[in-house]
């Protein structure tokens, strides 16, 4: 079973900057998304960004300029690095794995996830 590991976050003062990682355990394979989530207390978890395998990028509109999605050095990582971070970015923020297989069709794997806190 393929397996999604965050690290990363921590506690930063607002301005600050953070880089996160996800890397993937397991032998995962097809077409693969990757993209980062965060649900902050008592809100829904919502998309931050994602990157398909043809290197498109999303980015919710309140990151846009400030966090950049990236994949990694080894398949199936995936980076997200955070600028300007604002205290409304305090939230865990989850990896996602989407892979398009050909006979399981789309399987999608989640992270524990890692909290980042931003201090104003």
């Known amino acids: 079973q393929v397996q999604l590991m965050e690290s990363g976050g921590g506690l930063v003062q607002s301005g600050g900057s953070l880089k996160l990682s996800c890397a993937a355990s397991?032998?995962?394979?097809?077409?693969?998304?990757m993209s980062w989530f965060r649900q902050a207390p008592g809100k829904q978890r919502d998309l931050v960004a994602r990157?398909?395998?043809?290197?498109?990028?999303i980015y919710a509109d309140s990151v846009k300029g400030r966090f950049t999605i990236s994949r990694g050095n080894a398949k199936n990582t995936v980076n997200l690095q955070m600028n300007s971070l604002r205290p409304e970015d305090t939230a865990v923020y989850y990896c996602?794995?989407?892979?398009?297989?050909?006979?399981?069709?789309?399987?999608?794997?989640w992270g524990q996830g890692t909290l980042v806190t931003v201090s104003s």
């Open positions: 996602h794995l989407g892979m398009l297989t050909p006979h399981a069709g789309v399987v999608e794997i």
């Open positions: 397991g032998n995962p394979f097809g077409i693969n998304a």
């Open positions: 990157i398909t395998s043809g290197e498109t990028t």
